[in-house]
């Protein structure tokens, strides 16, 4: 198991573009999060997921952004119309359960809109 | 997330010399987990606290929880320049649910 994994690790967009990132986490992890942080600061968490099910999004977190699981795999966080206050590393993190069980993060995407 | 504050934002330390980061919250923690992050990457797990007064080591690091599961430290001893990066706290403040962070601590050790 080679941990988390995200992609793309870099993305230069143009404002108004649509981006999709994908996180791969650790298997058999029933739990998933995205988070984004911007310089300075610590990860703002943004949504996560149990399973499937997506159990929480942050009030921060405008409709603009969408995150899915399917069959509790994989997860994938989409930005439309992006802007540039979106800039920012957006980072995945998984672990096996919700207490008790160490979460592990990957290398994050670093999302730059022009 | 202010309902985790950590302490000192901060920190330039002597190579050889110890420190302490402090991370404190109103709330009772149910998990308490510490991170390591280098400027661009993604965060490193140090350790996981759980119950209160624990306390855990590895290497030079030790982190600890008290007994109120309000407040914990993270401790280095003679620090080394490997030791340089972001620490950052971070817990489940309900039981369950999700993981928040603080803003995290900057320690520089000068050689």
């Known amino acids: 198991d080679t941990g988390v994994s995200q992609n793309p690790r870099h993305k230069i967009t143009k404002r108004g573009q649509n981006v999709t990132f994908r996180c791969d986490p650790i298997s058999e992890h029933n739990r998933l999060y995205w988070y984004r942080q911007t310089l300075g600061q610590g990860p703002e968490f943004l949504t996560y997921f149990q399973n499937e099910a997506q159990l929480e999004k942050s009030r921060l977190l405008s409709d603009r952004f969408s995150a899915e699981r399917p069959k509790g795999s994989f997860s994938t966080l989409e930005i439309q119309r992006t802007e540039q206050g979106d800039s920012a590393m957006y980072l995945c993190a998984s672990s096996l359960n919700s207490i008790g069980t160490e979460a592990f993060f990957g290398q994050g995407t670093r999302l730059t809109v022009v | 997330s202010q309902e985790l504050e950590q302490s000192p934002q901060s920190l330039i330390v002597q190579e050889g010399k110890n420190l302490t980061i402090n991370c404190t919250s109103s709330k009772t923690l149910y998990g308490l987990y510490w991170y390591k992050q280098k400027y661009g990457e993604g965060l490193i797990f140090l350790m996981m606290?759980?119950?209160?007064?624990e306390e855990k080591s590895h290497e030079k690091i030790t982190a600890k929880l008290d007994e109120k599961k309000q407040q914990s430290s993270l401790h280095i001893t003679a620090s080394q320049p490997s030791h340089a990066g972001i620490y950052l706290c971070?817990?489940?403040?309900?039981?369950?649910?999700?993981?928040?962070f603080g803003a995290g601590t900057i320690l520089r050790v000068k050689s």
């Open positions: 971070g817990a489940n403040m309900e039981y369950g649910n999700k993981l928040v």
């Open positions: 606290l759980q119950k209160g007064g």
